[in-house]
């Protein structure tokens, strides 16, 4: 009478550990990329609503605030923070926002800037800009529209 082989051997178990070792060393470093590039979003998000403000200052007055509290923003730049933002910095040269990156960011991004600039088209109309060198993040990190010049 034959004997019949019940579970698996050693060896087979050992090559289904081997390819699940090869495909976590794949899928590892991309998943923390994909987390940086979330925790970038965030600077975008929290300096959306500088963006309105600064936006509606230029369209009443011509130009663009001095002060975060001529514009109706706090005057702090930790007062608008997030998760992995530490502050937004909402007044610049010309209306520049930068979002700083710090709290719980990855040390990949911790203390790097995100800046949107104001990019004023004709008839008034104001476009954002997160390209340019106000903006120290890598650009592996950037979302798609600053990594292209948008």
Request: charged fraction near 10%; hydrophobic fraction near 40%; aromatic fraction near 8%.
């Amino acid at each position: 009478m034959k004997s019949v082989q019940k579970g698996f051997t050693l060896i087979e178990l050992m090559i289904v550990v081997a390819i699940i070792a090869i495909l976590a060393a794949i899928a590892i470093p991309a998943y923390q990329n994909y987390l940086i590039r979330s925790q970038v979003s965030e600077g975008a998000v929290l300096a959306s609503a500088s963006e309105t403000a600064l936006a509606e200052y230029y369209q009443n007055t011509g130009k663009f605030p001095t002060t975060n509290a001529s514009a109706g923003l706090p005057t702090n730049a930790a007062s608008t923070q997030g998760k992995y933002v530490s502050g937004v910095d909402a007044v610049g040269t010309n209306g520049v926002i930068k979002a700083t990156f710090g709290n719980q960011s990855n040390t990949a991004i911790t203390g790097d800037v995100i800046a949107f600039s104001a990019v004023v088209g004709s008839g008034g109309t104001i476009s954002w800009s997160c390209a340019g060198s106000n903006t120290n993040v890598p650009s592996k990190y950037l979302p798609a529209a600053c990594r292209t010049g948008g």
